[in-house]
């Protein structure tokens, strides 16, 4: 995995609500069931760890992750919001 671009793929993601700014309410790691990665868009192999993050939004699903785009998505949305809190 190039991880560089993962990160200006979840960043872009976050960026147009594709996915949550909001921290997540509640993460669970479990075995994989060959879905994808809501980060990377590939698939969350066996052997990998998948992590699942509960949202607090109505209607909305949990976010499922490789470990690693777990991480990226988690520094991109603090990041994400404290740009955003900067005064222009």
């Known amino acids: 995995m190039d991880f560089g671009a993962i ?4 960043r872009r993601k976050l960026e147009n609500g594709r ?15 060959g879905e ?4 990377c868009d590939l698939t969350i192999g066996t052997g990998q760890l998948a992590m699942d993050a509960l949202v607090r939004k ?9 470990l690693r785009c777990f991480e990226i998505w988690t520094q991109e949305r603090y990041s ?3 740009e955003r809190q900067q005064p222009a």
């Open 7 to 10: 990160r200006l793929t979840i």
């Open 58 to 66: 109505p209607g909305k699903r949990a976010v499922r992750l490789h």
């Open 80 to 82: 994400l919001l404290r």
């Open 19 to 33: 996915l949550p700014l909001e921290r997540a309410a509640r993460v669970f790691g479990r075995s994989p069931a």
């Open 36 to 39: 994808a990665c809501d980060g």
